[in-house]
């Protein structure tokens, strides 16, 4: 069982700390890496947001680093064929030339980190394309100060709007605190049972999500400025949107729960694109640069009258095998950069891995592309 | 073997000011990575702050300055990392009470070997969580945690070390009245010197600059002895003033930790419905099951398929706890890790920890100490 001692090989064991990736509650984890790869996750007690406790989810992130990963540059041709970097830019050069800024269309996922929001906006400013945004669900763009974790567990009154136990463990956890400390808990749903009505000391059961407007305002006289409104993404941005409407009336903190990692420092560059924009845009633009996500995953009948699609992401999607050319990207824990979270804490996390292959960081690619464009990145 | 207590220090003088107690760790550890005795070390560092403690892995011994010193506030576990990660290698290991009872059963249980790892015991008096000790240093001693450079525990009190070099002390009981303080396992844990170990290292009893070393195992002596040989380590014999007080203290401390578990495990253990709420919390993540050191089973009971019902919300506290409890709480070395651990503030710890203790009473057998397997022990059960 026990190798004989062997003098100059490294067994290399390293515990680093990261973001975890699943949700955008941000909570901390350490990656457990075994010769430059990631084999585990280990508990980061020291981190503030959920001191060493993770989900399932969480604890299982590190996997993402070693499925299905794009490890080099694919070019259509006879299939999808494995290509040179240089080769693969001047394709895309010449590609994205033949059209006008008003054809091209450009998808980030919530999942980017800031830094490549900022330069993806760049690149679309220099080239001039206005069709541009991240896949945001139907949660808008809003601005103002939601309420923090630590808002959360010292709330009196939390009302929740959707599973937020079962789906963010983490922040659900803040319910919980807050609940021991005597916080009376009201949850809506169109579920009768669910983890978090099982919790509260309320659960109020809907049809549909249109009486929640009603419901939220019947609870409205309960709520002050000891209270937190947690709310889980809704049917339509409307819905949510009225739901804030109605909450302006009381002094209740609200935590909208985006649900990607970097979903609420997306909206600080990029459109908020809903379904209905995505499939919009989808339908409108001939070339598409999607950056991190898989429209194809739910819209790919949009995606039909694309003539050219250029997919940058770290694994295989649906959407890279309808790609034209496909960059291969980076996993989150082989960059550094930050993400922002749902309570708009914004966190370092720093490269631990080298990317598989010839997949390279995500910012440097659209760096490069750029200068193959001879677009110059506006400061 | 007989017992036998040293003083020791180490002969290298930056692993002597940099290291705890003398850095007589340090230097056991870089003699056996110079000897080339094992493949390499496995410590804690300090990572962003004194809050942070980082399970590190070393193979050069010039690294081993990096861990000098003691952390408190760093409530790691050894035993899965060595089980899962590391049983191909020679290691050497710091290990507390807790470490070494996990990686005692987990010997016996063949996955570890105990002839490739040496265990180095520190003496503990308990951690603090992290953010924890955060919390209590703005409240208690007014000090931004932020400005704290180091931390230790010494006669019944928390001290802080600022960066202007003052000092400020507060007594763990005080702390502890009032929910803060070490964890609840650290607080009942009655093994604070770790004779499950093959050293046990501590400041108790010691003159300043020197490490208190009880040697317990053979493999312990012969490490000892041929570090001081080879001139790693300076050593003398500990007075017998010294090997008392060290004595009183353990016994003071052991004394403590009965009077915690009678509040925590019984005067203050969770009435029947208080369980109920708990167990409605639960989201199934398995997060107590795979941080728990001893679980080690490939297939688990818990996931198969006759255990869990159809669009069940919350899992039957009897197949999903209760399984695991009648599986794992015999050999419970009360680590406090699934607590720690669970995102729903299941107090986990207690029920495991009060059903050791009442398995311990009637059969004598304490986890992570006791030489042999729990009895009724089955490959089947944990």
Same mark, same amino acid.
């Given at each position: 069982m026990i190798k004989p001692l062997n003098k100059g090989v490294k067994h290399m064991l390293k515990i680093a700390h990261t973001i975890c990736p699943s949700c955008s509650v941000g909570c901390g984890v350490n990656l457990i890496i075994k010769n430059q790869e990631a084999v585990?996750?280990?508990?980061?007690?020291?981190?503030?947001?959920?001191?060493?406790?993770?989900? @399932?989810?969480?604890?299982?992130?590190f996997q993402i680093l070693n499925e299905n990963r794009l490890q080099n540059p694919l070019i259509r041709k006879n299939g999808l064929e494995q290509a040179r970097w240089d080769e693969t830019l001047d394709t895309i050069v010449s590609q994205i030339k033949k059209y006008s800024p008003q054809e091209i269309g450009i998808v980030a996922s919530g999942n980017c980190t800031n830094q490549e929001y900022e330069t993806l906006k760049k690149f679309a400013e220099s080239l001039g394309v206005k069709n541009i945004g991240y896949n945001a669900g139907t949660f808008p763009y809003f601005n103002f100060q939601s309420a923090t974790l630590d808002d959360v567990e010292s709330s009196r009154t939390i009302l929740i709007v959707g599973d937020v136990l079962k789906e963010n463990p983490l922040l659900g956890r803040r319910v919980i605190l807050a609940r021991e400390n005597g916080a009376e808990i009201i949850s809506i749903d169109i579920s009768a049972n669910t983890l978090t009505g099982i919790n509260s000391d309320e659960h109020i059961l809907i049809e549909s999500t249109s009486q929640l407007t009603e419901q939220v305002g019947k609870i409205l006289p309960k709520l002050d400025e000891s209270s937190t409104v947690l709310i889980k993404e809704l049917e339509s941005r409307e819905e949510f949107e009225n739901i804030l409407q109605i909450l302006q009336e009381s002094s209740a903190r609200i935590l909208p729960v985006l649900k990607d990692c970097n979903s609420r420092g997306a909206m600080n560059y990029l459109p908020a694109l809903d379904e209905d924009d995505l499939k919009e845009l989808l339908e409108k633009v001939k070339l598409l640069y999607v950056v991190g996500d898989d429209p194809a995953s739910h819209l790919a009948e949009s995606m039909k009258n694309l @003539?050219?699609?250029?997919?940058?992401?770290?694994?295989?999607? @649906?959407t890279v095998l309808l790609s034209d050319v496909v960059l291969p990207g980076t996993c989150w824990a082989e960059k550094s950069g930050t993400f922002t979270s749902t309570t708009g804490k914004t966190q370092k996390i720093s490269k631990i891995l080298d990317a598989p292959g010839d997949a390279k960081d995500d910012v440097t690619i659209m760096v490069e592309l750029a200068e193959k464009m001879g677009l110059e990145l506006i400061k | 073997m007989k017992t036998q207590f040293l003083l020791a220090k180490a002969n290298d003088n930056e692993l002597a000011t940099r290291g705890e107690c003398g850095g007589a760790v340090s230097a056991l550890f870089k003699y056996l990575l110079d000897q080339e005795l094992v493949d390499g070390?496995?410590?804690?560092?300090?990572?962003?702050?004194?809050?942070?403690?980082?399970?590190?892995?070393?193979?050069?011994?010039?690294?081993?300055?990096?861990?000098?010193?003691?952390?408190?506030?760093?409530?790691?576990m050894f035993g899965d990392l060595i089980s899962k990660q590391l049983s191909d290698l020679r290691?050497?290991?710091?290990?507390?009470?807790?470490?070494?009872?996990?990686?005692?059963?987990? #010997?016996? +249980?063949?996955?570890?070997?105990?002839?490739?790892?040496?265990?180095?015991?520190l003496n503990c008096g308990g951690t603090v969580m992290p953010i924890t000790a955060r919390k209590m240093i703005e409240m208690f001693y007014d000090v931004d945690p932020q400005d704290v450079v180091a931390e230790e525990i010494d006669k019944g009190k928390f001290i802080i070390e600022l960066k202007d070099g003052t000092h400020k002390a507060v007594e763990?009981?005080?702390?502890?009245?009032?929910?803060?303080? +070490? +964890?609840?396992n650290c607080q009942r844990c009655e093994l604070k010197i770790p004779r499950n170990a093959d050293l046990a290292c501590g400041n108790w009893g010691a003159e300043p600059g020197w490490t208190f070393i009880e040697v317990v195992t053979e493999k312990g002596r012969e490490l000892v002895e041929n570090a001081h040989k080879n001139g790693y380590i300076e050593v003398k014999t500990p007075s017998e003033k010294a090997i008392t007080i060290r004595e009183k203290i353990e016994g003071i401390m052991i004394k403590l930790a009965r009077k915690f578990?009678?509040?925590?495990?019984?005067?203050?253990?969770?009435?029947?419905?208080?369980?109920? #709420?708990?167990?409605?919390?639960?989201?199934?993540?398995?997060?107590? +099951?795979?941080?728990?050191?001893?679980?080690?089973?490939?297939? /688990?009971?818990?996931?198969?398929?006759?255990?869990?019902?159809?669009?069940?919300?919350?899992?039957?506290?009897?197949?999903?706890?209760?399984?695991?409890?009648?599986?794992?709480?015999?050999? /419970?070395?009360?680590?406090?890790?699934?607590?720690?651990?669970?995102?729903?503030?299941?107090?986990?710890?207690?029920?495991?920890?009060?059903?050791?203790?009442?398995?311990?009473?009637?059969?004598?057998?304490?986890?992570?100490v006791s030489e042999e397997l729990p009895p009724l022990y089955s490959p089947e059960k944990g």
């Open positions: 585990g996750t280990y508990p980061y007690k020291r981190h503030p947001v959920n001191q060493g406790k993770n989900c @399932e989810k969480g604890r299982n992130s @003539e050219f699609i250029i997919t940058q992401g770290p694994s295989v999607t @649906e | 070390v496995l410590t804690l560092t300090r990572g962003d702050d004194v809050y942070d403690g980082v399970p590190t892995f070393l193979e050069d011994s010039e690294d081993i300055v990096e861990t000098c010193g003691s952390l408190h506030c760093a409530p790691t290691l050497a290991v710091s290990v507390k009470p807790c470490d070494a009872m996990a990686i005692r059963e987990l #010997e016996k +249980r063949h996955q570890i070997d105990s002839k490739a790892i040496y265990k180095i015991g763990i009981d005080e702390l502890e009245e009032k929910g803060f303080g +070490r +964890r609840g578990q009678d509040k925590y495990l019984e005067e203050d253990y969770p009435l029947p419905e208080n369980w109920d #709420e708990y167990w409605n919390r639960c989201i199934k993540c398995f997060a107590c +099951r795979d941080v728990c050191p001893l679980c080690y089973c490939k297939e /688990c009971d818990l996931e198969k398929e006759f255990y869990s019902s159809e669009n069940e919300i919350i899992p039957d506290p009897i197949t999903f706890q209760g399984v695991r409890l009648s599986h794992m709480s015999f050999s /419970c070395v009360n680590c406090g890790q699934c607590e720690d651990v669970c995102p729903m503030e299941i107090p986990l710890a207690r029920i495991y920890h009060r059903m050791q203790k009442k398995y311990r009473d009637e059969t004598g057998f304490i986890a992570g």
